[in-house]
């Protein structure tokens, strides 16, 4: 991890193993999870993430939201490889008032891909658990 830390070596040497790996189905899964173009920033994203990232506080938050009993909208594409779509029925069980919506055929950039079927699952949840009158 110390390499990954230095400015300009680790950013570089994460992009290199990343794309140059011998295992196919690694490559596919890091450096293109959804298509074999992507975002430009989409290494520099990756790489701060898991540099960056408190996973820890994470797990914490998970907790505290499924103790809240509050109204949770989970909206996952099934093709998603990055996190995979079993992570959204984890998510459904645990939240015991949430609402769960997996759109078919998109992946992790559904907001992207599938920005109308987004905004109905949106617009329902709101009418359906009265958050927001719609």
């Known amino acids: 991890m110390f390499i990954s830390s230095l400015p300009i070596i680790g950013p570089m040497l994460f992009r290199h193993l990343i ?6 189905k690694e490559r596919s899964h890091w450096a293109f999870p959804d298509h074999e173009e992507q975002h430009p920033g ?3 994203a990756l790489f701060s993430t898991l540099r960056n990232f408190d996973f820890e506080s994470s797990l914490t938050s998970i907790e505290f939201i499924a103790k809240l009993n ?6 996952w594409g099934d093709k998603d490889l990055l996190i995979p779509v079993n992570n959204a029925y ?19 950039m559904l907001l992207l891909e599938h920005s109308a079927q987004i905004i109905d699952a949106v617009q329902a949840f709101f009418k359906d658990s009265n958050v927001i009158n719609m």
Do not use: C, F, M, Q
């Open 19 to 24: 794309t140059y790996t011998d295992d196919e």
């Open 42 to 44: 989409y290494l520099r």
């Open 70 to 75: 509050i109204p949770v909208l989970i909206i």
């Open 90 to 108: 984890h998510y459904h069980r645990l939240y015991k008032n949430s609402s769960l919506t997996i759109i078919p055929g998109a992946t992790h």
